[in-house]
């Protein structure tokens, strides 16, 4: 099943998606919606389906969850850390070792719904940043415990400049407003059996144009998105209704940083199409 939200009455309002129709499920969001079916020990489908006006409405998708809080993972693909340890002035081997050697993943704060938008809105640049780009990311939203409720896309927007400067500065590098991306649905797991294999690709479009396009298949993902979470939950009560990003295999180089105007588009079959602009934050 898809999940998401729309605006109905107004209102942000859960729904489920039906062939590109939205049957909204009166006065819930997302949240309530994850809420009530761990309340009541339903699957969240189950729970929706039950829920949801009967006739499916032509409706723009928004953010199809506001998080308690979003989370990240890092050098998860092979092209993360070896692009990294090629481009940052680190000691040798310091992203490989994460991607390589180390049993802990490297996991990060990325923010709440504070910093978070949803297809169409406008995603950060900062104005102390020459270099930003994009990082297409498979995203999950967890139930309590670090159950997984479903899939979604993820744009982990980074000032790379900042991050490449020193390792200390990542937090200014990835947590700002409107970092992060999330939509356009989510894809509950009995629908989305295999994560491990999609193929997701990535476009930057200026002025309509190409002038970037990137694939990765989540086969290459190195580690099972099971452990990333058990890592994450470890002394850490991670709120019902947040999100985990679970890292990029898709890396944008510096000639292709984003400016303002540039609309970024990122795809993954099973979930749909998340596309958003650029914009200088403040
Ligand atoms: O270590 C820096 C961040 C890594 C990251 O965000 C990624 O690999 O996706
Ligand atoms: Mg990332």
């Given at each position: 099943?898809?999940l998401?939200?729309?605006?109905?009455?107004?209102?942000?309002?859960a729904a489920i998606?039906e062939?590109?129709?939205a049957r909204p499920i009166p006065?819930t969001?997302?949240?309530?919606?994850?809420?009530?079916?761990?309340?009541?020990?339903?699957?969240?489908?189950?729970l929706a389906q039950r829920q949801a006006s009967k006739?499916g409405?032509?409706?723009?998708?928004?953010?199809?969850?506001?998080?308690?809080?979003?989370?990240?993972?890092?050098?998860?693909?092979?092209?993360?850390?070896?692009?990294?340890?090629?481009?940052?002035?680190?000691?040798?081997?310091?992203?490989?070792?994460?991607?390589?050697?180390?049993?802990?993943?490297?996991?990060?704060?990325?923010?709440?719904?504070?910093?978070?938008?949803?297809?169409?809105?406008?995603?950060?640049?900062?104005?102390?940043?020459?270099?930003?780009?994009?990082?297409?990311?498979?995203?999950?939203?967890?139930?309590?415990?670090?159950?997984?409720?479903?899939?979604?896309?993820?744009?982990?927007?980074?000032?790379?400049?900042?991050?490449?400067?020193?390792?200390?500065?990542?937090?200014?590098?990835?947590?700002?407003?409107?970092?992060?991306?999330?939509?356009?649905?989510?894809?509950?797991?009995?629908?989305?059996?295999?994560?491990?294999?999609?193929?997701?690709?990535?476009?930057?479009?200026?002025?309509?144009?190409?002038?970037?396009?990137?694939?990765?298949?989540?086969?290459?993902?190195?580690?099972?998105?099971?452990?990333?979470?058990?890592?994450?939950?470890?002394?850490?009560?991670?709120?019902?209704?947040?999100?985990?990003?679970?890292?990029?295999?898709?890396?944008?180089?510096?000639?292709?940083?984003?400016?303002?105007?540039?609309?970024?588009?990122?795809?993954?079959?099973?979930?749909?199409?998340?596309?958003?602009?650029?914009?200088?934050?403040?």
């Open positions: 099943m898809k998401g939200q729309v605006i109905w009455n107004g209102r942000i309002t998606w062939n590109g129709s006065d969001t997302m949240q309530d919606l994850i809420r009530r079916a761990e309340l009541e020990k339903l699957a969240l489908g189950e006739h409405q032509k409706l723009m998708p928004v953010i199809p969850i506001h998080p308690r809080e979003v989370w990240a993972c890092g050098c998860t693909y092979e092209m993360s850390a070896a692009f990294r340890d090629a481009e940052h002035n680190t000691r040798e081997g310091f992203y490989a070792y994460v991607f390589n050697a180390a049993h802990r993943p490297e996991s990060f704060f990325k923010g709440t719904a504070r910093v978070c938008v949803g297809p169409g809105q406008p995603i950060g640049i900062r104005p102390d940043s020459r270099f930003t780009a994009p990082e297409p990311e498979l995203a999950v939203v967890m139930g309590s415990g670090g159950t997984v409720l479903g899939y979604t896309l993820a744009n982990d927007v980074s000032a790379w400049d900042i991050e490449k400067e020193n390792p200390l500065y990542l937090p200014q590098s990835k947590v700002y407003n409107a970092c992060c991306s999330l939509g356009p649905v989510i894809v509950t797991p009995d629908e989305l059996t295999n994560p491990y294999g999609l193929d997701m690709t990535c476009e930057i479009r200026r002025n309509g144009e190409v002038m970037y396009s990137g694939a990765v298949n989540t086969s290459k993902l190195s580690r099972k998105i099971e452990s990333l979470v058990e890592y994450l939950f470890r002394a850490n009560a991670i709120p019902t209704g947040s999100v985990l990003c679970t890292g990029t295999g898709i890396i944008v180089k510096e000639e292709n940083a984003l400016a303002p105007g540039d609309v970024v588009t990122i795809t993954v079959p099973e979930i749909g199409e998340l596309s958003n602009p650029a914009t200088i934050v403040n």
